[in-house]
């Protein structure tokens, strides 16, 4: 099966980093990627610098960016401004993102749930119209970093009224890695049907993010979001690390007889450059361990 990966480093990645790389930095790893087949690259997150300063210069990166044409550059977005800079800025898709639970949504983007929700159906409109893609993120999906369990009622339901507005996908984010595969399964599939292709963002904050990326393809997802080198976490939630490294993701998927289109070499390399310019040792394994040829089935 084709399974896309949105590696989203360059903006979930980086942005949890004590390092602060420039806009050309983070403009040549997005090119690095494409380079490597990633298909699709988160490059940007247009909030506001002020509170995430490793993420100013959002436009600059984009402008920088030499275009592939096999991959597609999103924006991240937290609110209707952020929405039209990176429209503005060229992005060819808005992942805009709205927690599932009260405290997490205040804190994160000062907002509600209701308004998150609200937000994310005009936006599916006005990204129709101004025809770029556009996904739509449930943050933390498994497990809030402030009021804890959430019920799997909650995420269908406003999985399901998202989906009413036809986003061109909808992504369940473990954004403070508490899931399990059983949990990625069952939501998974609760959120399939409501119309759109389902995809899911893990991070290895308790070791699960593997195991939970291949219960999510095995349920039916068929997006999955990592970070070259394994890189990231959230300024806003306490003590989440970073997303599941690509390399080990690209590894896991191919062993498993899975397509991504992306060269898990140059893969590696690009995790091996990363970690030189944040002048640190990146959790991701694979670019530590190298290659292999598993036997499948
Ligand atoms: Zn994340």
Redesign the pocket.
């Given at each position: 099966m084709r399974i896309e990966i949105v590696d989203v480093g360059p903006r979930?990645g980086l942005q949890n980093e004590d390092e602060t790389l420039s806009p050309k930095t983070r403009a040549e790893l997005c090119d690095r990627l494409a380079a490597a087949g990633v298909a699709r690259v988160e490059a940007a997150s247009f909030v506001n610098p002020k509170l995430v300063p490793q993420m100013a210069g959002a436009e600059e990166v984009m402008a920088r960016i030499d275009r592939h044409p096999n991959t597609t550059y999103a924006g991240l977005a937290l609110n209707q401004r952020g929405y039209e800079r990176a429209v503005e800025a060229g992005a060819d898709e808005v992942r805009y993102a709205f927690p599932v639970t009260e405290t997490f949504a205040k804190k994160n983007q000062n907002t509600t749930v209701e308004e998150g929700a609200a937000l994310a159906e005009r936006l599916v409109e006005r990204a129709r119209l101004d025809g770029v893609r556009v996904s739509i993120t449930l943050s933390a999906a498994f497990g809030c970093p402030f009021e804890g369990r959430v019920e799997p009622k909650v995420v269908r339901d406003l999985a399901e009224r998202v989906g009413v507005a036809k986003p061109d996908e909808i992504v369940l984010?473990d954004?403070i890695g508490v899931g399990v595969p059983n949990q990625v399964r069952a939501l998974v599939k609760g959120v399939l049907g409501f119309g759109t292709a389902v995809g899911c963002?893990f991070?290895d904050t308790r070791n699960t993010g593997m195991a939970n990326a291949a219960a999510a393809i095995e349920a039916g997802a068929t997006v999955l979001d990592a970070s070259v080198g394994g890189t990231?976490g959230?300024p806003f939630a306490p003590k989440a690390t970073g997303?599941i490294a690509t390399e080990d993701l690209v590894y896991l998927l191919h062993g498993m007889g899975h397509e991504t289109g992306i060269d898990l070499d140059a893969l590696i390399e690009c995790a091996k450059w990363l970690s030189e310019q944040l002048g640190k040792e990146l959790p991701g394994q694979v670019h530590k361990a190298g290659k292999f040829e598993p036997v499948a089935g």
């Open positions: 979930d984010a954004t963002h991070h990231g959230c997303n």
